[in-house]
């Protein structure tokens, strides 16, 4: 089991930059992947970025491209994803996500409102 904890969101201007860091413990061992997703009210949860734990691969939604990065803590259970030049459009509630063997674990989200 891997227990997802996400922190930093808020309310932040349009333009502006903001952190959202997420904390993984268990077995964290066996997660191959760290990632974040979100979820806009009235869409469907769309991935964002997704890290491999190797750090060598990184993938992000086109949306986002440029604009924000995923990283990992020094400790490798942790996950960052600095968002910079926010739109309107980037409000959702972020999710954390870990892939495993074991399957895909979710973090209880934080929303992140961007304010025109």
């Known amino acids: 089991q891997v ?3 996400e922190s930093g969101g808020g309310l932040v201007q349009a333009g502006g930059s903001h952190r ?8 964290i061992f066996s997660i191959n992947a760290m990632g974040w997703y979100r979820q806009a009210p009235g869409k469907q949860r769309e991935l964002v970025a997704v890290m491999t734990s190797s750090g060598d691969r990184t993938t992000y ?8 990065t995923i990283s ?3 400790a ?3 996950v960052y994803l ?4 926010l739109k309107p459009e ?3 509630v972020y999710y954390c996500t ?3 063997p074991s399957g895909t674990y979710w973090g209880k989200g934080t929303l992140v409102t961007v304010s025109s």
């Open 90 to 92: 980037d409000t959702a």
């Open 76 to 78: 490798k259970n942790t």
């Open 3 to 5: 227990r997802l904890v």
């Open 20 to 27: 959202l860091s997420c904390v993984a413990s268990g077995i």
């Open 98 to 100: 870990a892939e495993s």
């Open 82 to 85: 600095q968002m910079n030049s």
């Open 61 to 68: 939604a086109d949306s986002v491209k440029g604009r924000f």
């Open 72 to 74: 990992r803590g020094d």
